[in-house]
């Protein structure tokens, strides 16, 4: 009796959360510290302290039907000021409040934009790999994505592809630096090349093309370079962000989008985004964590750990005979399979109790995902299963 | 630039949030304390101390990562076993946590069952007046909702014209007791008389036919009388809950589902909507709020102040002349505008600064909604403006 659109999702269901599911299923089995589950990017690093003094301090301290009330739909103004000007601080832009919808998290804000945005047959372009599930909010609202090939030497996007792919259907393409799943952070050069594509092809066609970058992963970076703020580089940039990753806040479902002045129709894609907010169901963004992370934009969770699991995993696997790009942001290695068939290689993973994802759930077959938000201790105690892998591939290790 | 269905919903924004926008632009013309503004349902009476007392708990003495991380789509299992549990303790109803799903709000969760079950086309039948955004989260999923004319004596539904309105492309019908905006609760004999037609209709005409009981405004009643817990009555009930007005909490976005195993294809429904909770963007419902609600499900708003609130305005409009059904529940009450039309009766009562909202945004034209979940003292000071409000109509008073 459900819907026929959900029948196939119910058939192909998030490999990733399956893996998830399995893995606590494994855990009973085998013992939790026998699992070493790296399926989720569910962070492993404790939020910073200001988090609970902040939702201590809120709780007790300030007026209980402000803080737990309903507001405007795109969020308390003064939460969203306080998150423009720490945007302008670091970016040198010129937002204010207006510019700043609230959202249930980066994946609240995708779907709010695509709503927003998208005409039935409508084509978003996304850069192979990427996050599986913009598949299913770009399919929300009955637009088509469309996927330009992967560049597995660099991970970085193919622009001669984009340029080929754009047709007057195109109504936005979505990025996402630092990577999931590969952990690439594309350059500046890489930024203006794309920015220069987008305007030729919004002159050729008359049309207008919004360049979405899903942000939640920027403040997690392991180089000195910060990773360029988009909206600088292409006028119809609007950005998702998501304090999941920052601050280790992913069940709270707290981000927001910035929709730049310089966006085409800025006035009417704010206000209708801000209606597609509300109808949508989400209604405003958490109240209590929107005043709490407006109190923590300056709080930073401790990237040293992550950096600390990467070296381990990456020498790890590398010592081993595997081969994967060494990322420079998020908490992802995006592996080769030695035999280029990512699903037994996930499979063959499993049966030493290790839980990685298949890049075929990124559009990126050949490639498994693994996420190193976990314990240094459990990569630790990983090592055995990752050396028995190796061998039964009959690489070195 | 934007959606060409989105074009529509910026053109006709909810009445309610612009009305709300417009008394924050009069409380700072006029001075706060001379606006009265009776247009939204944002509850006045502060949540209990029970969700302070369990928001500090929670946060500095369970583990963070647990407390704000990633969890099943549908939401921490000794949470959802313990909604279960005292459901069942209530009702006698014999749920486990598999029946209970997590979600963003009331709003969420009609969202995810809407996205579950519509195919393009398929209707929801809805008893008028009703909560005007049911229009929207229908139409999202490309449903269509059929209206039952309003019953204006009594305001209990019209069973007969159910009857007649039921085809075989009707997918759910939808209630909402205790009512926005009527306050009305339905009685047992209404519900099962409700049953008692859609079995018959769905025995007739082969279909499963759901019905799906939106309760917000469940815990805030005024009389002895407990409502009837649906699921009791009829085998395919879905029931929607939220503890916004319950507990007060309406920006924390915190509600769940009842799927109940007697629902046909239960098992499908049920994993639909745990992918269509993931899927359009919820992911989640807020973490800390779902382990605050769980800590807290004896927990009561003072529903007294309401009552009192109910008391003084209900004497007000009818000592001045005005007719509306005396409510037993919920915050609103439903006043019938003299002259029947309640666009006028919007307007002269906002010359008087008294914001409320017309019934025809309920689709039931010539009554407008008034909602008390305001101080008592705002309540006292705007009597001179209802007083002057009559008199312009020529009622006594």
Redesign the interface.
């Known amino acids: ?7 196939g ?2 058939q192909n ?2 490999v990733i ?1 399956a893996m ?2 399995e893995g606590k299923i494994m855990a009973a089995k085998y013992g939790k510290e026998n699992v070493y589950d790296f399926s ?1 990017g ?3 690093v ?2 910073p302290k200001e ?2 003094e902040a ?2 301090e809120i ?2 301290k300030e007026e ?2 402000l ?7 795109s969020g308390y103004e003064d939460v969203r000021e306080a998150i423009a000007q720490s945007l302008n601080g670091r970016f040198g832009t010129t937002f204010t409040q207006k510019n700043i919808l609230m959202t ?2 980066a ?6 934009i695509f ?5 039935p047959g ?1 084509e978003v372009i996304a850069f192979a790999p990427y996050f599986v ?1 913009y598949r ?2 770009v399919r ?2 009955d637009g088509e994505i469309v996927e330009i090939s992967p560049n597995t030497e660099t991970f970085q996007p193919n622009l001669a592809e984009l340029a080929e792919k754009i047709t007057p259907k195109t109504k936005a393409v979505i990025v996402n630096t630092p990577n999931n799943p590969t952990g690439v952070v594309y350059t500046e050069e890489t930024i203006q090349a794309m920015a220069k594509v987008l305007c030729e092809k919004e002159k050729e066609l008359g049309t ?1 093309i ?1 360049l979405i970058s899903d942000e939640p992963y920027r403040e997690l970076v392991y180089t000195d370079v910060e990773p360029p703020y988009l909206t600088k580089y292409y006028h119809n940039t609007i950005v998702g962000y998501s304090f999941s990753k920052s601050l ?6 707290i981000g927001y989008l910035v929709i730049p002045d310089t966006v ?2 800025a006035d ?2 704010i ?2 985004a801000t ?2 907010n ?12 929107q005043r709490v992370v407006a109190k923590c934009l300056d709080a930073k969770v401790d990237v040293d750990t992550y950096r600390k699991n990467r070296d381990l995993l990456y020498k790890t696997l590398t010592d081993n005979g595997f081969t994967c790009a060494k990322p420079d942001g998020a908490f992802y290695l995006f592996v080769k399979a030695p035999d280029g068939d990512d699903k037994a290689f996930t499979n063959r993973a499993k049966a030493e109790r290790l839980l990685i994802v298949p890049g075929s759930s990124f559009a990126c077959a050949g490639y498994c995902r693994v996420a190193y938000c976990v314990s240094y201790e459990m990569i630790e105690r990983s090592i055995p299963s990752w050396e028995s892998l190796a061998k039964s591939y009959g690489l070195k290790g």
């Open positions: 009796m459900i819907s026929k659109k959900m029948v999702f119910v269901n998030s959360r998830f599911e989720l569910n962070p492993s404790e939020p988090i609970t939702i201590v709780a007790t209980p039907n803080v737990h009330g309903y507001m405007s739909n249930v998290g994946a609240g804000g995708l779907n709010v709503k927003t945005l998208l005409n409508d599930e299913s909010y929300n609202y207008s919004y280790s806040l992913p069940g709270e479902r085409d129709d009417d894609v206000a209708a209606i597609a509300r109808i949508l169901g989400y209604v405003n963004a958490p109240s209590l964590m």
